[in-house]
């Protein structure tokens, strides 16, 4: 799905719901990809804006961050556990009380470090993949915008390009 901005543009990156161990999660897919010799533009350019708008819009709902979890390909399979970002607090993060760009960055650091292999010289990517779960169910009119929310499944496709009716119909 895309998400539109207090600007009311729309983001260009993506994001999800799902669950994980029985919580619901929005799922942020991972910024990167471009290759400009073959004319592969990047993938999810505005990562830290949709994260931003994502966990403002959280906070708006009331919702507590029950964990952050790294989704990366190369960490799918190991135990949730070894999944989960360490922060510089415990988790559930009342998000009301952050500032929530600082957060980003914090959640940044956090996977940018997360499970790098041994000598690695680079800082790490802060824009992995990652689940935030949270001790509520939010639905999609929850994030889209507070004054932007669709009230019909074709207004909807205008916020999730590329469902078919019966994704729409689910979410």
């Known amino acids: 799905m895309y998400l539109l901005g207090d600007d009311g543009k729309m983001v260009d ?100 470090n997360m499970h790098r292999r041994p000598g690695a010289k680079s800082g790490g990517n802060a824009q992995k993949r990652i689940r935030i779960c949270v001790d509520q169910k939010i639905s999609p009119d929850d994030l889209i915008s507070i004054q932007r929310i669709p009230t019909t499944g074709d207004e909807l496709a205008d916020y999730s390009p590329g469902l078919d009716q019966s994704e729409r119909d689910y979410l």
């Open 13 to 112: 990156s993506e994001f999800g719901f799902d669950v994980e161990a029985g919580l619901s999660c929005i799922v942020v897919e991972s910024r990167g990809g471009a290759n400009p010799s073959t004319g592969v533009s990047r993938r999810n350019p505005e990562y830290n804006k949709l994260l931003n708008l994502l966990l403002a819009r959280i906070r708006d709902t009331g919702a507590q961050n029950s964990q952050i979890l790294l989704d990366s390909k190369t960490v799918i399979g190991l135990p949730l556990k070894e999944r989960i970002a360490k922060l510089e607090r415990d988790y559930p993060v009342d998000f009301r009380s952050l500032d929530i760009d600082e957060f980003r960055r914090v959640v940044g650091r956090s996977i940018a």
